[in-house]
């Protein structure tokens, strides 16, 4: 699993011991696509770089505004042909998407403006941290440090799937920052988008949501906010089959992420338990749930290459 997430270099920032060029990639342009690393191995060829924004706003030596957007894109071409291939746009835009949701405003036509993004959240950031030392006075104020920081693990990418946790970081003051982490999963150069709906059955849908919810009780009783176990454990003993509406629902359900061997079903912090709980997880392995996946679920050729093993 290949990791890419900066916090670390973040806090350097933050601290005065790391300066942005010191960052492979990271002055106010964003660089050129950076070497492949990952390899795809079927046809249409294509590599999976990576692409990095960053943003700054310096306050007497210090970094006191820090924006750092880190997203992966297919890379097509790395052989040498001569025409571009468009085939992998649609999943590079998917891509982009799924890292910068929440925190780069969209353009008219609904298209992600990454510069844009990022100067706006350095301008809303100074504003802030500007009227608060006009307020309450630099020496109350000098420590205040903001920071958006968005990394990503890529978990599978095979079989024609590619699928990809983005993990972001926030800071605005407070006792802590606030992690965040978002599945996304495609296939492969199409780039559609793969929700559950397009694995399980619908008249299986529940049953799997029930399947998941008892191992999150299970699991993770203690730490859940009390309502929401009791919430849990009444929809897993809950024997009425789905309504079309909340098969549909079901469907279109999307906090997951596939590996080479399972679904793995997420909750983030606050969705089901306190911060300390942090991030929450669930994994269903595919032989699980053979009955219920399509026969022409994409993850079937998973299913096939973890079984053999």
């Not at 997203?71 to 468009?86: I, K, L, M, T």
Request: glycine share 6%; net charge negative; charged share 25%.
């Amino acid at each position: 699993m290949k990791r890419i997430f900066l916090l670390t270099a973040l806090a350097l920032l933050g601290a005065g011991c790391l300066r942005p060029a010191d960052l492979p990639g990271t002055d106010d342009a964003p660089p050129a696509d950076a070497s492949p690393s990952v390899s795809v191995p079927e046809r249409p060829h294509a590599a999976l770089g990576m692409r990095t924004v960053f943003r700054a706003w310096n306050d007497g030596g210090n970094d006191r505004c820090m924006f750092q957007i880190v997203y992966p894109q297919f890379q097509p071409n790395v052989r040498g042909e001569d025409a571009p291939d468009r085939r992998w746009d649609a999943a590079n835009r998917e891509l982009e998407r799924a890292a910068l949701i929440g925190y780069v405003p969209t353009s008219t036509d609904g298209t992600f403006d990454i510069e844009r993004g990022a100067d706006a959240y350095i301008e809303q950031c100074r504003t802030e941290l500007e009227e608060l030392a006009a307020a309450l006075g630099n020496d109350e104020t000098s420590y205040m440090q903001y920071v958006q920081s968005v990394g990503y693990d890529v978990e599978l990418l095979q079989d024609g799937l590619a699928s990809i946790v983005m993990e972001s970081y926030a800071y605005s003051g407070g006792a802590h920052g606030l992690p965040w982490m978002h599945g996304v999963s495609l296939t492969i150069p199409e780039g559609r988008r793969l929700l559950l709906g397009d694995f399980i059955r619908d008249e299986q849908l529940k049953p799997l949501m029930q399947m998941v919810r008892r191992q999150l009780v299970d699991t993770y009783e203690a730490a859940l906010i009390p309502e929401a176990a009791a919430a849990f454990s009444a929809y897993v003993e809950d024997a009425n089959p789905a309504t079309d509406e909340e098969r549909h629902e079901l469907a279109a359900y999307e906090d997951f992420y596939l590996t080479p061997n399972g679904f793995v079903f997420y909750w983030n912090v606050y969705d089901v338990a306190p911060y300390a709980a942090g991030q929450l997880n669930v994994t269903i392995p595919y032989r699980t749930v053979r009955d219920w996946l399509k026969p022409d679920a994409p993850v079937t050729a998973l299913f096939r290459s973890s079984s053999s093993r």
